[in-house]
């Protein structure tokens, strides 16, 4: 039975960036929204695929819960496609994009197979690998590619209505193919369908590579948080200085060398001293 789980790496890897909740809405994302609002309650499906495109650009929390509503609740694998895609492109520094798209992926049903081929090509979006490539595999794994039948195919052997069974298995052959092409698009895998074998040959590749893929999405991640780091250090530098190198008058203020200097001698002219006076009797 197909799997809708999310392998332990990835839930492990899931610091996403997309959980700002308290993510500042832009005006002008907000405008969009409103428009999406307005243009998404068409009839017909291709008005409402332009109703979602309404929302590209778009990366508020808000937005992305709006587009997944979409994604589970419209019936047209374009509407359904065009979502996911917008989805796809949200700019993510951490795997949590990515394992997103997986749930997506997987909340589909089985049979539903259009769909599933349309979210699997748009995941060659996503940056980090490690998710998207083992739901790739573990669905790819459960189709068929069935043998036909040869010899003389009565008219009532299973199929399609009863009558020749190789129509139904030409259809899965076919669907077998086409998700072999998008797979191998977005993986860079090199799979060849020798016989009724080949959807195996997907998890199989799945097993040879995933240490090498797990450690590409670390190294992503490492690269991220150091640019990260640095932009942060960056900015507090042009703020204010560090704490071991001040900046501006703060720094002069803090010079040791001026620190350790003897104060200057007083002046009493400066200061306004009087005189010495004469003795008088009286000191006598």
Known sequence: ?????????????????????????????????????K???????????????????CTHPSTIGMLQTVISSDTAVEVKTAAFRIISTVPATDPGLSTMLVQLFNS??????DTHLAFAS???NSEFKYAVFEALSDYGAH???????????????????GGDPNVAI???????????????????????????????LLKKWWQENQQKIVAADKELIEKYKQEEADRKKKEKDAAGGTKDQPAG????????????????????????????????????
């Open 1 to 37: 039975m197909f799997r809708k789980t999310v392998n332990t790496l990835a839930v492990l890897f899931l610091f996403s960036s997309l959980a700002q909740a308290n993510q500042a809405l832009s005006p002008e994302e907000q405008t969009k929204q409103n428009e999406f609002r």
């Open 39 to 57: 243009a998404y309650g068409a009839p017909g499906k291709l008005d409402r695929v332009e109703a979602v495109k309404k929302l590209e650009g």
């Open 108 to 113: 589909l049903k089985f049979s539903d197979f």
């Open 122 to 124: 748009e995941m060659r």
């Open 143 to 161: 189709l068929r590619y069935p043998d036909l039948v040869s010899g003389n195919v009565q008219t009532n052997s299973p199929g399609i209505g």
């Open 170 to 200: 030409r259809k899965l052959r076919a669907e077998f193919e086409k998700y072999l092409k998008v797979f191998n698009t977005v993986t860079h895998a090199d799979i060849t369908i020798q016989d009724k074998t080949a959807p195996a």
């Open 249 to 284: 008058k703060e720094a002069a203020a803090k010079d040791p060398a001026k620190e350790k200097e003897p104060p200057a001698a007083a002046d009493p002219l400066k200061l306004g001293a009087k005189k010495d006076k004469k003795p008088t009797k009286d000191d006598e």
